[in-house]
């Protein structure tokens, strides 16, 4: 079967730097996304890898290791606004996005 | 502004009922996508269409059907509504359907089925 793996809860404090993991399982990859929602919101689009390595936009970057089958994405310079559950999603072979259950991230001051 | 809508906000439904839950979008994207979104899983694909006048079955379809009459519209419909669906329904689009096709979500529908 196909499956998506991420932690279900993480704490940070405001100013740090966090890491959210994902590790997959899928039928086929064409590529691999992170969303950002907030409660009561839509997911809205972070990031997108397809090969190997890192991606960076801003205070957020993500890493790709298709060979691992493993994700994550990186948080910077944390601020409260960025408490949400970020969603990890995988596009299997029919172009289909698989979605994991999401991390709810914690910002304390 | 452009994006996708969708109605009603909210539902509170009597099992049996049947309901039909509304999506537009104005970006003129051909595929558009319904997933339900419960606590502890991730979103799941409900049925989607590549492109107008197509449809196709996502991972959970049964007791739910779909049309897509123009590129705009793409309503969802429960014949017969049961307590499992309670949830909240997302409808998505993207310009797309390879790989770099980001999606865009309208802000959710929540359906209560009692």
């Known amino acids: 079967g196909q499956n998506i793996d991420q932690p279900t809860e993480m704490t940070a404090t405001e100013g740090a730097i966090v890491q959210i993991n994902c590790t997959y399982q899928?039928?086929?990859?064409?590529?691999l996304f992170w969303y950002q929602q907030h409660a009561g919101e839509a997911p809205t689009f972070l990031s997108y890898n397809v090969l190997d390595g890192l991606e960076e936009k801003g205070r957020f970057s993500s890493f790709l290791s298709r060979s691992k089958g493993y994700s994550y994405l990186l948080l910077k310079e944390l601020q409260m606004k960025d408490s949400a559950s970020y969603l990890c999603a995988v596009m299997d072979s029919n172009y289909q996005l698989i979605w994991g259950a999401g991390t709810k991230l914690i910002i304390k001051p | 502004i452009a994006g996708i809508t969708q109605a009603p906000t909210s539902q509170i439904l009597a099992a049996g009922r049947r309901m039909t839950l509304r999506c537009t979008q104005d970006m003129r994207h051909n595929a558009m996508y319904w997933y339900r979104q419960d606590l502890g899983l991730g979103l799941r694909l409900i049925h989607y269409?590549?492109?107008?006048?197509?449809?196709g079955k996502g991972e959970v379809p049964d007791g739910y059907s779909v049309s897509r009459a123009n590129t705009d519209d793409f309503p969802l419909t429960l014949a017969s509504a049961v307590p499992s669906q309670t949830s909240v329904y997302f409808c998505a689009s993207s310009e797309g359907t390879d790989s770099t096709s980001e999606q865009f979500f309208g802000p959710g529908t929540r359906l209560t089925v009692l």
């Open positions: 899928t039928s086929g990859f064409n590529g």
């Open positions: 269409s590549n492109t107008a006048g197509t449809t």
